[in-house]
Protein backbone atom coordinates (compact mmCIF):
# COMPACT_ATOMS: atom_id res chain seq x y z
CA UNK A 1 0.00 0.00 0.00
CA UNK A 2 1.29 3.23 -0.89
CA UNK A 3 2.12 5.98 2.11
CA UNK A 4 0.29 9.00 1.94
CA UNK A 5 2.96 11.86 1.77
CA UNK A 6 2.27 14.47 4.41
CA UNK A 7 3.93 17.28 5.85
CA UNK A 8 3.73 19.98 8.35
CA UNK A 9 3.43 23.70 7.81
CA UNK A 10 4.26 25.81 10.78
CA UNK A 11 5.97 23.24 13.49
CA UNK A 12 5.87 25.93 17.00
CA UNK A 13 4.13 24.84 20.03
CA UNK A 14 0.84 23.10 18.39
CA UNK A 15 2.57 22.26 14.76
CA UNK A 16 5.65 19.85 16.13
CA UNK A 17 2.73 17.22 17.85
CA UNK A 18 1.12 17.16 14.62
CA UNK A 19 4.66 16.05 13.10
CA UNK A 20 5.23 13.72 16.42
CA UNK A 21 1.82 11.99 15.16
CA UNK A 22 2.37 11.70 11.65
CA UNK A 23 5.51 10.43 11.95
CA UNK A 24 4.10 7.30 14.13
CA UNK A 25 1.45 6.68 11.62
CA UNK A 26 2.54 3.54 9.60
CA UNK A 27 0.18 4.80 6.99
CA UNK A 28 1.74 7.90 6.73
CA UNK A 29 4.96 9.28 5.40
CA UNK A 30 6.05 12.45 6.95
CA UNK A 31 7.76 14.10 3.80
CA UNK A 32 8.94 17.19 5.85
CA UNK A 33 8.10 20.42 8.33
CA UNK A 34 8.10 23.73 7.27
CA UNK A 35 8.95 26.86 9.62
CA UNK A 36 10.82 30.26 9.35
CA UNK A 37 12.62 29.78 12.59
CA UNK A 38 15.61 27.27 11.16
CA UNK A 39 16.70 26.33 14.42
CA UNK A 40 13.03 24.97 15.11
CA UNK A 41 12.31 23.30 12.17
CA UNK A 42 15.69 21.44 11.83
CA UNK A 43 15.34 20.58 15.73
CA UNK A 44 11.52 18.78 14.98
CA UNK A 45 13.12 17.14 11.89
CA UNK A 46 15.18 15.36 13.32
CA UNK A 47 13.44 13.96 16.07
CA UNK A 48 10.81 13.08 13.38
CA UNK A 49 13.21 11.75 11.46
CA UNK A 50 12.30 13.80 8.08
CA UNK A 51 13.72 16.80 6.40
CA UNK A 52 13.22 20.53 7.40
CA UNK A 53 12.27 23.61 4.91
CA UNK A 54 11.82 27.26 5.98
CA UNK A 55 9.86 27.65 2.85
CA UNK A 56 6.28 26.17 2.38
CA UNK A 57 6.39 26.33 -1.19
CA UNK A 58 9.04 23.76 -0.93
CA UNK A 59 6.93 21.51 -0.55
CA UNK A 60 5.07 21.48 -3.52
CA UNK A 61 5.22 18.12 -5.16
CA UNK A 62 6.02 16.61 -2.41
CA UNK A 63 3.42 15.86 -0.11
CA UNK A 64 0.16 15.08 -1.18
CA UNK A 65 -1.45 16.48 2.03
CA UNK A 66 -1.06 19.30 4.78
CA UNK A 67 -1.18 20.16 8.42
CA UNK A 68 -1.27 23.72 8.61
CA UNK A 69 -0.51 24.96 12.20
CA UNK A 70 0.90 29.04 10.92
CA UNK A 71 -0.50 32.46 12.70
CA UNK A 72 -3.95 32.63 11.85
CA UNK A 73 -3.18 35.82 9.74
CA UNK A 74 -1.10 33.74 7.14
CA UNK A 75 -4.04 30.76 6.73
CA UNK A 76 -5.17 32.08 4.11
CA UNK A 77 -2.55 32.88 1.86
CA UNK A 78 -0.79 29.22 3.10
CA UNK A 79 -3.96 27.30 2.61
CA UNK A 80 -4.86 29.05 -0.57
CA UNK A 81 -1.36 28.09 -2.25
CA UNK A 82 -1.55 24.20 -1.11
CA UNK A 83 -4.98 24.42 -2.82
CA UNK A 84 -3.69 25.73 -6.19
CA UNK A 85 -0.98 22.62 -5.76
CA UNK A 86 -4.03 20.30 -5.42
CA UNK A 87 -2.94 19.23 -1.87
CA UNK A 88 -5.49 18.46 0.53
CA UNK A 89 -5.30 20.40 3.79
CA UNK A 90 -6.09 20.57 7.48
CA UNK A 91 -6.06 24.05 8.85
CA UNK A 92 -5.81 24.57 12.95
CA UNK A 93 -8.92 26.94 13.84
CA UNK A 94 -9.49 29.47 13.10
CA UNK A 95 -10.07 28.89 9.73
CA UNK A 96 -9.06 32.46 8.56
CA UNK A 97 -9.22 35.60 9.82
CA UNK A 98 -12.77 36.49 7.97
CA UNK A 99 -15.53 34.57 6.65
CA UNK A 100 -14.81 36.18 3.01
CA UNK A 101 -11.77 34.47 2.88
CA UNK A 102 -13.21 30.66 4.32
CA UNK A 103 -15.97 30.86 1.63
CA UNK A 104 -13.27 31.46 -1.22
CA UNK A 105 -11.30 28.42 0.38
CA UNK A 106 -14.44 26.84 0.48
CA UNK A 107 -15.31 27.24 -3.18
CA UNK A 108 -11.71 26.76 -4.60
CA UNK A 109 -11.48 23.43 -2.70
CA UNK A 110 -14.75 22.39 -4.01
CA UNK A 111 -14.25 23.31 -7.45
CA UNK A 112 -10.75 21.09 -7.70
CA UNK A 113 -12.71 18.16 -5.52
CA UNK A 114 -9.97 18.93 -2.56
CA UNK A 115 -10.21 18.17 1.62
CA UNK A 116 -10.46 21.07 3.76
CA UNK A 117 -10.42 19.94 7.19
CA UNK A 118 -10.41 22.32 10.28
CA UNK A 119 -8.53 21.85 13.24
CA UNK A 120 -11.85 21.78 16.02
CA UNK A 121 -9.81 19.21 18.13
CA UNK A 122 -12.24 18.72 20.83
CA UNK A 123 -14.69 17.06 18.33
CA UNK A 124 -12.12 13.95 18.66
CA UNK A 125 -11.90 14.46 22.86
CA UNK A 126 -13.19 11.47 24.27
CA UNK A 127 -15.84 12.51 26.32
CA UNK A 128 -17.74 14.50 23.57
CA UNK A 129 -17.29 11.29 21.22
CA UNK A 130 -19.38 9.34 24.28
CA UNK A 131 -22.07 11.88 24.01
CA UNK A 132 -23.28 11.40 20.45
CA UNK A 133 -25.61 8.67 21.59
CA UNK A 134 -27.06 10.69 24.76
CA UNK A 135 -27.67 14.09 23.42
CA UNK A 136 -30.38 14.57 20.82
CA UNK A 137 -32.36 17.96 20.99
CA UNK A 138 -30.72 20.28 23.73
CA UNK A 139 -32.57 23.17 24.88
CA UNK A 140 -30.00 24.76 27.31
CA UNK A 141 -26.54 24.74 27.00
CA UNK A 142 -23.72 26.26 29.84
CA UNK A 143 -20.58 26.02 28.98
CA UNK A 144 -16.98 27.40 30.80
CA UNK A 145 -13.84 27.52 29.23
CA UNK A 146 -11.50 28.86 31.74
CA UNK A 147 -7.63 28.78 31.57
CA UNK A 148 -4.39 29.86 33.06
CA UNK A 149 -2.75 33.07 31.38
CA UNK A 150 -0.16 31.51 28.91
CA UNK A 151 1.22 34.81 26.88
CA UNK A 152 1.45 32.58 24.04
CA UNK A 153 -1.84 33.18 23.44
CA UNK A 154 -2.31 37.03 24.26
CA UNK A 155 -2.04 38.00 20.34
CA UNK A 156 -6.04 36.84 19.64
CA UNK A 157 -9.35 37.32 21.54
CA UNK A 158 -9.94 34.47 23.78
CA UNK A 159 -12.77 34.16 21.80
CA UNK A 160 -10.81 32.94 18.78
CA UNK A 161 -8.64 31.20 21.42
CA UNK A 162 -10.78 29.24 23.51
CA UNK A 163 -14.41 30.26 23.33
CA UNK A 164 -14.49 29.20 19.23
CA UNK A 165 -13.80 25.59 20.40
CA UNK A 166 -17.26 25.49 22.49
CA UNK A 167 -19.11 27.34 19.99
CA UNK A 168 -17.96 24.83 16.91
CA UNK A 169 -19.44 22.13 19.75
CA UNK A 170 -22.69 23.95 20.59
CA UNK A 171 -23.46 24.42 16.69
CA UNK A 172 -22.68 20.54 16.61
CA UNK A 173 -25.20 19.31 19.04
CA UNK A 174 -27.76 21.53 18.44
CA UNK A 175 -27.83 21.54 14.62
CA UNK A 176 -30.22 24.85 14.51
CA UNK A 177 -29.28 27.78 12.45
CA UNK A 178 -29.03 31.22 15.49
CA UNK A 179 -31.34 33.42 15.49
CA UNK A 180 -29.32 36.24 18.11
CA UNK A 181 -26.32 36.63 19.74
CA UNK A 182 -25.49 38.65 22.62
CA UNK A 183 -22.37 39.19 23.98
CA UNK A 184 -19.79 40.87 26.03
CA UNK A 185 -16.39 40.82 27.02
CA UNK A 186 -13.12 43.08 28.52
CA UNK A 187 -9.44 43.21 27.61
CA UNK A 188 -7.52 43.28 31.27
CA UNK A 189 -4.10 42.31 30.59
CA UNK A 190 -3.68 41.94 27.05
CA UNK A 191 -4.87 44.12 23.86
CA UNK A 192 -7.56 42.41 23.41
CA UNK A 193 -10.54 40.46 24.60
CA UNK A 194 -9.48 38.44 27.94
CA UNK A 195 -12.62 37.37 29.52
CA UNK A 196 -16.25 36.95 27.56
CA UNK A 197 -19.54 35.81 27.63
CA UNK A 198 -22.24 35.06 24.96
CA UNK A 199 -25.56 34.30 24.69
CA UNK A 200 -26.45 32.09 21.71
CA UNK A 201 -30.11 31.77 20.94
CA UNK A 202 -31.41 29.30 18.45
CA UNK A 203 -34.37 28.96 16.02
CA UNK A 204 -35.12 25.41 17.46
CA UNK A 205 -35.74 27.67 20.91
CA UNK A 206 -32.06 25.96 22.58
CA UNK A 207 -30.28 28.96 24.20
CA UNK A 208 -26.73 28.62 24.75
CA UNK A 209 -24.63 30.51 27.26
CA UNK A 210 -20.77 30.13 26.69
CA UNK A 211 -17.93 31.65 29.07
CA UNK A 212 -14.60 31.87 28.32
CA UNK A 213 -11.47 33.30 30.19
CA UNK A 214 -7.94 33.39 30.01
CA UNK A 215 -6.83 34.85 32.87
CA UNK A 216 -8.50 32.12 35.89
CA UNK A 217 -6.28 31.33 38.95
CA UNK A 218 -6.90 27.23 36.92
CA UNK A 219 -8.01 25.71 34.52
CA UNK A 220 -11.58 24.59 34.19
CA UNK A 221 -13.25 23.16 31.19
CA UNK A 222 -17.09 22.08 32.21
CA UNK A 223 -19.83 21.94 29.64
CA UNK A 224 -23.86 20.86 30.87
CA UNK A 225 -26.85 20.43 28.10
CA UNK A 226 -30.77 20.54 29.39
CA UNK A 227 -32.86 18.31 26.92
CA UNK A 228 -36.63 17.00 27.61
CA UNK A 229 -35.54 13.43 28.59
CA UNK A 230 -32.17 14.10 29.81
CA UNK A 231 -29.40 16.04 31.96
CA UNK A 232 -25.74 15.60 31.17
CA UNK A 233 -22.98 17.45 32.74
CA UNK A 234 -19.45 17.38 31.48
CA UNK A 235 -16.43 17.74 33.58
CA UNK A 236 -13.67 17.74 31.30
CA UNK A 237 -10.59 18.55 33.88
CA UNK A 238 -11.90 15.38 36.26
CA UNK A 239 -12.80 12.97 33.16
CA UNK A 240 -16.50 13.10 34.79
CA UNK A 241 -19.64 12.58 33.12
CA UNK A 242 -23.07 12.58 34.62
CA UNK A 243 -26.28 11.61 32.53
CA UNK A 244 -29.71 12.02 34.56
CA UNK A 245 -32.41 10.37 32.38
CA UNK A 246 -35.77 9.21 32.36
CA UNK A 247 -36.29 5.94 33.55
CA UNK A 248 -39.89 4.93 34.86
CA UNK A 249 -38.03 1.65 35.93
CA UNK A 250 -35.56 3.29 37.80
CA UNK A 251 -36.06 2.53 41.50
CA UNK A 252 -34.42 3.73 44.56
CA UNK A 253 -33.11 6.74 42.70
CA UNK A 254 -32.25 10.10 44.10
CA UNK A 255 -35.16 11.70 41.88
CA UNK A 256 -38.00 9.51 41.51
CA UNK A 257 -38.64 8.23 37.59
CA UNK A 258 -35.10 8.94 36.81
CA UNK A 259 -31.71 7.37 36.11
CA UNK A 260 -28.98 8.67 37.22
CA UNK A 261 -25.42 7.73 35.71
CA UNK A 262 -21.84 8.63 36.03
CA UNK A 263 -19.41 7.87 33.56
CA UNK A 264 -15.95 8.18 33.36
CA UNK A 265 -13.75 8.46 30.22
CA UNK A 266 -10.28 7.75 29.29
CA UNK A 267 -7.73 10.56 28.50
CA UNK A 268 -7.49 9.04 24.96
CA UNK A 269 -5.25 11.05 22.25
CA UNK A 270 -7.40 13.98 20.92
CA UNK A 271 -4.61 14.84 18.53
CA UNK A 272 -3.97 11.69 16.88
CA UNK A 273 -7.40 10.23 16.24
CA UNK A 274 -8.30 14.29 14.44
CA UNK A 275 -5.31 13.30 12.40
CA UNK A 276 -6.02 9.87 11.70
CA UNK A 277 -9.34 11.13 10.78
CA UNK A 278 -7.81 13.75 8.42
CA UNK A 279 -5.64 10.51 7.02
CA UNK A 280 -8.71 8.58 6.24
CA UNK A 281 -10.79 11.71 4.76
CA UNK A 282 -7.41 11.73 1.90
CA UNK A 283 -7.03 8.38 1.43
CA UNK A 284 -10.90 7.81 0.98
CA UNK A 285 -11.81 11.18 -1.01
CA UNK A 286 -14.43 11.67 1.64
CA UNK A 287 -15.88 14.76 3.71
CA UNK A 288 -13.76 15.14 7.12
CA UNK A 289 -15.89 15.05 10.44
CA UNK A 290 -15.10 19.13 10.42
CA UNK A 291 -15.82 20.35 7.50
CA UNK A 292 -14.15 23.35 6.05
CA UNK A 293 -18.31 24.82 6.16
CA UNK A 294 -18.32 23.83 9.61
CA UNK A 295 -14.95 25.58 10.53
CA UNK A 296 -16.73 28.84 8.80
CA UNK A 297 -19.93 28.42 10.56
CA UNK A 298 -18.03 29.02 13.89
CA UNK A 299 -15.76 31.48 12.83
CA UNK A 300 -19.16 33.50 11.78
CA UNK A 301 -19.98 33.37 14.96
CA UNK A 302 -16.75 34.22 17.03
CA UNK A 303 -16.16 37.14 14.83
CA UNK A 304 -20.16 38.32 15.75
CA UNK A 305 -19.78 37.89 19.16
CA UNK A 306 -16.08 39.90 19.17
CA UNK A 307 -17.96 43.09 16.79
CA UNK A 308 -20.59 43.70 19.64
CA UNK A 309 -17.81 43.47 22.19
CA UNK A 310 -15.82 45.73 20.45
CA UNK A 311 -18.98 48.27 19.99
CA UNK A 312 -20.15 48.11 23.44
CA UNK A 313 -16.45 49.26 24.58
CA UNK A 314 -16.59 52.10 22.09
CA UNK A 315 -20.13 53.11 23.42
CA UNK A 316 -19.21 52.93 27.08
CA UNK A 317 -16.01 53.52 27.36
CA UNK A 318 -14.76 56.84 23.90
Known sequence: ??????????????????????????????????????????????????????????????VDAVSIAVPTPAHFEVAKDFLKNDIDILIEKPMTETTEDADELIRFAESRGLII???????????????????????FIESHRLSIFQGRCADVSVVLDLMIHDIDLILNFVGSEISEIRASGVSVISEHIDIANARLEF??????????????????R??????????????????DI????????????????????????E???????????????VDRREPPEVTAQMGRDALEI???IMAQIKDAAGRFFP
Open 203 to 220: KSGCVANVTASRISTKNE
Open 117 to 139: QVGHLERFNPAIVALKDIVKKPM
Open 1 to 62: MKKLRVGVVGVGYLGQFHAEKYSRMNEVELAGVVDIDKSQAEDVARRVNTTAYMNYKDLFGK
Open 242 to 265: IVIQKDVNAEGSLIPGMDIKQISF
Open 302 to 304: ALD
Open 222 to 239: KIRLFQTDAYVSVDFSNK
Open 267 to 281: AGDALEDELKSFVKA
